[in-house]
């Protein structure tokens, strides 16, 4: 009887540092599991050591494999290759290289995947990140829920498995510009959430930095909801209203100037107030136009349909091209 085969995807970005004890690690947990098992390691153009210590691994381990990106392409690009090569498993596991994702947790998923789920995800219950952070993936993921129309579970992140049915629908997905967990979402499938615990990095620094994380954030809400286009309508019909019913009422302060002024408002010539109505209407214009410039870079990377990786070199794997 032949064993049902998984892979692992861990995207890598400068993680020298850790990459010994993920070896380790998660070869450990992954021959516990009494299934044939693969890694892709996909190192996302690091400056570092990482590429020389993945093919070192894949010659002590054939079972490693590695792809390396011409330059840095970005972690949900890193990902989104690693699935496109596992087209002959029966699922695939993600996990990052920074050990925050502990291996040893990935038997729960692979129990969950055995019961009939399709997709297992993790959910983060505990994070050992500052709280300036934790505020920040706490409300991100609470706007997407309110923003979004499909159903992103809530403080999940890329830590999963996926049944092939569901890769091989991600992988025949065009978009380039990818948010993982929420085509995730989107694919719909038999979906069951697992809570652990998000460990500190093993070793290193985190190479997320705030600039990336805000990145990732405007990808997931701009990608899922049209809701953004709207909400530049709602401000320009009520600052219009606004501005009608203020017009309405310097007009009736003009004609009934000694009323107004029995009340205390008696009308007061200012330059002040002018400025102000200009900057206010100017800015809520601006964050229209940026509003819509999100979306028209997104078309416009769309549309140049350049690919969306370039794999610099291999090993032990077929190099793929990219949809």
Known sequence: MNLMKVHIVVPCYDEEAVLPELFERLTRAANSWDLEWNVICVDDGSSDRTWTLLQGQFEKDSRWKAIS????????????????????????????????????????????????????????????????????????????????????????????????????????????????????????????????????????????????????????????????????????????????????????????????AQVGLAPVPGFATIVIAILFLGGVQLICLGILGEYLVRIFEEVKQRPPWIIRESCGIDQLKPR
Not at 223 to 249: E, Y
């Open 69 to 260: 990106f011409s330059r840095n392409f970005g972690h949900q690009i890193a990902l989104s290759a690693g699935i496109h090569h596992c087209a002959d498993a029966d699922a695939v596991l993600l996990m990052d290289a920074d050990l925050q994702d502990p291996p040893e947790e990935l038997y729960r998923f692979i129990n969950a995947w055995k019961d009939g789920a399709e997709v297992v995800y993790a959910v983060r219950e505990k994070r050992k990140e500052g709280p300036l952070k934790r505020f920040c993936y706490w409300a991100f993921y609470r706007l997407m829920k309110k923003l979004v129309s499909i159903e992103i579970p809530l403080d999940s992140g890329d830590f999963c498995l996926m049944d092939a049915k569901v890769v091989a629908v991600i992988n025949n997905m065009p978009e380039r510009n990818r948010f993982l967990r929420g085509l995730r979402a989107w694919s719909g499938f038999k979906q069951v959430g697992v809570p652990y615990e998000r460990h500190s990095r093993a070793a290193g620094e985190a190479k997320y930095t705030f600039q990336k994380l805000i990145k990732l954030a405007a990808d997931g809400i701009f990608n899922f909801s049209g809701l953004p286009l709207k909400l530049a309508s709602h401000m320009g019909f009520w600052i219009s209203l606004i501005s009608l019913l203020g017009a309405i009422f310097t007009f009736l302060q003009r004609v009934f100037a000694d009323q107004f």
